[in-house]
């Protein structure tokens, strides 16, 4: 999973604490690119991985941040797929992807999926109510959009729950992926779940080629496991860590 990349993280994106890990400079992502394809001859969509048992990879761009155009030019390049998980929200504002550039990344090819309307900070804390409209309206806006349905998704900020997936399936998706370094995908609710490996900005490309081969997954999952006893058992610390992310960074454009 990626997010913006970059020589310019100002101009993309979210312009918060939170999102300064995951902005990357473009030869740090060229280099993962190199590493991923000794492994795999090419990225699939979803669609085509769900009709195999075979090890698929599939590359995804979270937020829908500007930087997904080029993104996609270096797939392209290589004739692959990506998935592009829109905040819809953020549509057209500065640093995000305009109605016709999502537009431009679907007629080539890409899968257009949707990343929840206002990309809350903790997902999972929300209502169920709140979770079902935060879906709907974001695969609605996305449909309009690309004028076929929407029924992939990613969770914003990786925090979820059984009622997030259940949400999903009640707002029509169908593949929803996570934070979560889960090697298998695993159905609920009639939901495929399929977890991601989360390369950060200072992530070594070696790591990134482990990932790519199927290794890896058990101990990012129990840096993940601790992370989530911190929530469960260190809630005003975790609040914290919210609020600071939530924040505006400043000197976005500064290597």
Same mark, same amino acid.
């Given at each position: *999973? #990626? ?15 939170? /999102? ?5 400079? $473009?030869?740090?992502? +060229? ?7 000794? $492994? ?5 969509? $979803? ?9 698929? +990879? ?10 997904? +155009?080029?993104? /996609?030019? *270096? ?14 929200? *953020?549509?057209?504002?500065? %640093? ?7 537009? &431009?990344?679907? =007629? ?42 929407? @029924?992939?998704?990613?969770?914003? %900020? ?15 998706? !169908? ?17 495929? $779940? ?10 070594? @490309? @070696? ?10 997954? =058990? !101990?990012?999952? /129990?840096?993940?496991?601790?992370? %989530? +006893?911190?929530?469960? #058992?260190?809630?005003?610390? #975790? ?7 939530? &924040? ?8």
């Amino acid at each position: *999973m #990626y997010h913006e990349v970059t020589d310019n993280p100002g101009e993309t994106g979210f312009q918060r604490n939170g /999102a300064i890990p995951y902005k990357h400079r $473009v030869h740090h992502f +060229l280099n993962d690119l190199e590493a991923i394809a000794a $492994v795999h001859k090419r990225a699939v969509s $979803v669609f085509e991985a769900a009709g195999t048992d075979q090890l698929s +990879l599939l590359m995804t761009f979270d937020d829908g941040g500007i930087s997904a +155009l080029h993104s /996609a030019e *270096m797939l392209n390049q290589r004739y692959w797929h990506g998935h592009f998980f829109v905040t819809t929200s *953020m549509i057209s504002t500065p %640093g995000f992807l305009s109605e016709q550039q999502i537009v &431009r990344l679907s =007629r080539q090819g890409h899968t257009i999926g949707a990343h929840s309307h206002t990309h809350p900070g903790v997902f999972r804390n929300l209502a169920y109510s709140d979770k079902v409209d935060e879906w709907r309206q974001s695969t609605e806006i996305l449909a309009e959009i690309v004028g076929s349905p929407v @029924t992939t998704a990613s969770v914003p %900020g990786g925090d979820m729950d059984d009622d997030t997936i259940r949400s999903a399936a009640e707002a029509g998706i !169908r593949y929803l992926f996570t934070s979560e370094p889960h090697y298998s995908p695993y159905v609920r609710h009639g939901v495929t $779940v399929i977890g991601r490996a989360c390369p950060k900005n200072r992530t070594p @490309t @070696t790591q990134v080629a482990a990932w790519a081969n199927g290794r890896g997954f =058990r !101990r990012a999952r /129990a840096i993940r496991s601790a992370k %989530g +006893l911190v929530r469960i #058992y260190g809630k005003p610390i #975790y609040a914290a860590y919210i609020k600071h992310n939530e &924040r505006r960074f400043p000197d976005a454009d500064k290597p």
